[in-house]
């Protein structure tokens, strides 16, 4: 069965500083596929990246990179030089191509970027 | 522009009634899935469909019932509503055939709440 660890519930840091979020996946599938969304105060889920199973390369976009390490199971979020918009609750998700198109969640991990 | 809607936004209804929320989507995506979030268990999977007339129960589909009789709709009904159903509800698409592992986007959610 897969099954997504976010460890982290909660981080705290302050403007421009870097965090990571750590994200820990289990499936026995050997194709799969990670997201992360991240979800505002406001409530709604964006999507924010989807990586497959055969696609290591590490990924930036803007502020934001990701690490996918197939050999730790781990899909790490990074933002850097964080800012106050970037405080959400983020979750990292996983989905098996053998059970279809069904999403995993981890518990997810609030951000709040303080000024 | 496409998109996903759900109705109502907010919801309080009492217990043993029937609930009904709507979500549509515009972008004429095979899949739609019907997930719930509550404090410490992220998003988790009720029902989901695959197309007109399929429906497929997910981790926590006790309680509820889907039915697809067009592409663009998944309604969900709670049959007789209980306490432990309040909860934000969120509705997904993706463009996939027969499951396959496409981003899915969400709905804004509706607020349950069940007194």
């Known amino acids: 069965a897969q099954k997504v660890t976010q460890a982290q519930t909660e981080i705290s840091v302050v403007e421009k500083e870097d965090v990571t979020l750590d994200c820990v996946y289990e499936t026995r599938d050997t194709t799969y596929y990670l997201f992360w969304y991240k979800q505002p105060p406001s409530g709604e889920l964006v999507f924010l990246i989807r990586r497959n199973s055969f696609d290591e390369q590490n990924e930036i976009s803007g502020r934001y990179s990701w690490n996918f390490q197939k050999s730790t199971s781990s899909f790490n979020f990074t933002i850097t030089a964080s800012q106050v918009v970037d405080s959400a609750v983020y979750f990292c998700?996983?989905?098996?191509?053998?059970?279809?198109?069904?999403?995993?969640f981890g518990g997810g991990t609030r951000v709040l970027v303080k000024p | 522009d496409a998109e996903i809607t759900q109705s109502p936004r907010h919801k309080i209804t009492e217990t043993g009634r029937q609930v009904t929320l709507a979500c549509h989507q515009t972008w004429n995506h095979n899949n739609m899935f019907w997930y719930r979030q509550d404090l410490g268990h992220g998003l988790r999977l009720i029902h989901y469909?695959?197309?007109?007339?399929?429906?497929n129960k997910g981790e926590v589909s006790d309680g509820y019932s889907v039915s697809r009789s067009n592409t663009e709709d998944l309604p969900l009904t709670l049959e007789s509503a209980a306490s432990s159903q309040t909860s934000v509800y969120f509705c997904?698409?993706?463009?996939?055939?027969?499951?396959?592992?496409?981003?899915?986007?969400f709905g804004p959610g509706t607020r349950l709440t069940v007194l």
């Open positions: 998700a996983l989905s098996e191509e053998a059970a279809g198109n069904k999403l995993t």
């Open positions: 997904a698409s993706s463009e996939g055939t027969s499951g396959t592992t496409d981003t899915q986007y």
């Open positions: 469909s695959y197309g007109v007339q399929d429906t």
